[in-house]
C-alpha cells in the first residue's frame, strides 16, 4: 500500500503559478500511474491530469490544457503538478491519487485506489 502526501498549495493572484507535489511513500512510486483531480465548494471532483509510471504518457482536462504540466520524478517518489496561468476557477482542493494500472492515464476518479489527504488552491481575481 501507497501513501500520497500533497504540498504546495496556497492563495495565489490571478495570472499566477503555483507547483504540487505528491511524494509517495511505502512503495515505488513507480508501481503506480499517478492522477491529480480537484473538487471545489459544492461540485464534484474533478480529474485535471494523470500521468504513466514512467512519465512518457500524459493526458490533461480541457480546462488546464497549455496552463498546467504534470511529471514524476520515480527517483524521488514525487509527482508534480506545475500550474501556469491559474485563474479564479481553478480554487479548489486538489488531490493527489495512485493506480496500480501503470501505463494508464486514467481520467475517472473511481479507477483510482489511494488518495491524499488533498491541498487547498486559492486563486483571487
Known amino acids: 500500500q501507497v501513501q500520497l502526501v500533497e504540498s504546495g498549495g496556497g492563495l495565489v493572484q490571478a495570472g499566477g503559478s503555483l507547483r504540487l507535489s505528491c511524494a509517495a511513500s511505502?512503495?515505488?512510486?513507480?508501481?503506480?500511474?499517478m492522477g491529480w483531480f480537484r473538487q471545489a465548494p459544492g461540485k464534484e471532483r474533478e480529474f485535471v491530469a494523470a500521468?504513466?509510471?514512467?512519465?512518457?504518457?500524459?493526458r490533461y482536462a480541457d480546462s488546464v490544457k497549455g496552463r498546467f504540466t504534470i511529471s514524476r520524478d520515480n527517483g524521488k517518489n514525487t509527482v508534480y503538478l506545475q500550474m501556469n496561468s491559474l485563474k479564479p476557477e481553478d480554487t479548489a482542493v486538489h488531490y493527489c491519487?495512485?493506480?496500480?494500472?501503470?501505463?494508464?492515464?486514467?481520467?475517472?476518479?473511481?479507477?483510482?485506489?489511494?488518495w491524499g489527504q488533498g491541498t487547498q488552491v486559492t486563486v483571487s481575481s
Open positions: 511505502g512503495r515505488p512510486s513507480s508501481n503506480y500511474a
Open positions: 500521468i504513466n509510471w514512467n512519465g512518457y504518457t500524459t
Open positions: 491519487a495512485a493506480n496500480h494500472r501503470v501505463g494508464a492515464v486514467e481520467i475517472i476518479a473511481g479507477r483510482y485506489d489511494y
